[in-house]
């Protein structure tokens, strides 16, 4: 079955720190530029992270450069997003998504580019 599933998300406080997970199964990640969007209640979804396929060039929204790192493990076939220094702005469900658009600002700023949905993982930033 070809699916991405999402893991990791939670309640955290404002400074802390989270990993999210995206393991996929049925198809090969290496194939695909990776990117994590998110959406927050009352808000519409945005790209926060991608990356091309290779890993050669990376992309992060103005709201969480320098805080969010994304990478990826070819041989568990799994997807990472490393968040640090969290803000109850980062509330928000994010998924795990792949596609074949190789420029990460553009897979970020239009999320028609994406071929595949993760469920999603629920973040929550709160003191």
């Known amino acids: 079955q070809v699916r991405l599933v999402e893991s990791g998300g939670g309640s955290v406080q404002p400074g802390g720190s989270l990993r999210l997970s995206c393991a996929a199964s049925?198809?090969?990640?290496?194939?695909?530029?990776l990117a994590w969007f998110r959406q927050a209640p009352g808000k519409e979804r945005e790209g926060v992270s991608c990356?091309?396929?290779?890993?050669?060039?990376?992309y992060y929204a103005t709201s969480v450069r320098g805080r969010f790192t994304i990478s990826r493990d070819n041989a568990a076939n799994t997807v990472y997003l490393q968040m640090n220094s969290l803000k109850p702005e980062d509330t928000a469900l994010y998924y795990c998504?792949?596609?074949?658009?190789?420029?990460?600002?553009?897979?970020?700023?239009?999320?028609?580019?994406?071929?595949?949905w993760g469920q999603g993982t629920l973040v929550t930033v709160s003191s």
């Open positions: 998504t792949v596609s074949q658009q190789n420029q990460p600002q553009r897979l970020c700023l239009d999320d028609r580019y994406v071929e595949r």
């Open positions: 049925g198809f090969t990640l290496e194939n695909h530029a």
């Open positions: 990356m091309s396929q290779g890993d050669s060039s990376s």
